[in-house]
């Protein structure tokens, strides 16, 4: 199944990394208050996400627990952003 969402210009946007790795950023996200200044619930961001990227991110709650549970890395996916960036910027 695809998880994708086509712009004005009929390109598509499909999510290929891990359901996991969408909840984790989402859920930063929203403790960064990134959406509607921090007025909105979780719950309604993934349902936003979900339907844009034509996704099911399923019990997202339980996602997130277990990214509280992570034993190294709690934060690996945003780790990665955060190295991929660096490194793309670096002079």
């Not at 959406?35 to 034509?54: H, P």
């Not at 399923?58 to 627990?65: A, E, I, L, Q, R």
Request: charged content about 25%; hydrophobic content about 40%; some cysteine.
């Amino acid at each position: 199944m695809r998880h994708c969402f086509v712009t004005r210009q009929n390109t598509v946007l499909t999510w290929t990394a891990s359901k996991s790795s969408l909840v984790e950023l989402l859920y930063a996200l929203h403790l960064s208050k990134s959406f509607n200044g921090g007025n909105i619930e979780f719950g309604e961001i993934v349902k936003a996400v979900e339907s844009v990227l034509k996704i099911d991110l399923g019990n997202f709650y339980k996602t997130v627990s277990e990214i509280k549970s992570r034993k190294i890395t709690k934060t690996k996916f945003l780790q990665l952003l955060s190295d991929n960036l660096i490194n793309e910027i670096k002079d």
